[in-house]
């Protein structure tokens, strides 16, 4: 029986290929999905409205590491807040908790990459279906138990979301 890393093929995904995931006020796209590598890394671009991002939480299974390709953000790692721009990166470890925040009123752009990836594809998919049905009976538990059935846990509930949550 042969390994995941045995086989793995080249992959190019092209400049606007992929299927972009809509999570409300920010959105992705998989450049390089956990499948396409073995499971090692999910490499995904983002995209982030004014004041778009994601609440502090934390992960046990993964490393989140954060590029910066247009726009400001604010990015909390454990007890430290930075200010990123084009060109900056950011490295989260797991288990330590992290936020991030587009500060820019365009918007910005970042490369997300995180190792391994597979679970966190995962999340991110019932988390895109959360946002699909998202309405008043979406509440900040039914996150939060997402979340932790993937290894995470949301730390402090979302102040912007688009339609994600809602007070429980």
């Known amino acids: 029986m042969k390994n995941a890393f045995e086989l793995l093929i080249p992959h190019l995904t092209l400049a606007n290929a992929g299927d972009w995931i809509n999570l409300g006020d920010h959105r992705g796209r998989s450049l390089i999905s956990s499948a396409q ?3 090692t890394i999910l490499l995904a671009e983002v995209e982030a409205d004014f004041l778009g991002g994601v609440s502090p939480h934390i992960h046990t299974m993964e490393d989140e590491s954060f590029y910066i390709l247009e726009g400001r953000f604010s990015v909390g790692v454990g007890d430290q807040q930075l200010f990123a721009g084009p060109g900056d990166t950011v490295f989260a470890p797991r288990d330590v908790s992290h936020t991030w925040r587009c500060m820019s009123e365009n918007g910005g ?3 997300l990459l995180v190792t391994p ?3 966190f594809e995962k999340f991110i998919v019932k988390m895109a279906g959360q946002a699909a049905m998202a309405n008043e009976m979406t509440t900040f538990a039914a996150i ?3 979340a932790e059935s993937h290894g995470m846990t949301m730390l402090a509930q979302p102040t912007k979301l688009g339609r994600v949550a809602t007070q429980h």
Do not use: F, P, V, Y
Request: proline share 0%; glycine share 24%; net charge neutral.
């Open 109 to 111: 752009r970042l490369l």
């Open 144 to 146: 939060c138990a997402i």
């Open 117 to 119: 990836g597979e679970n």
């Open 37 to 39: 590598s073995g499971g």
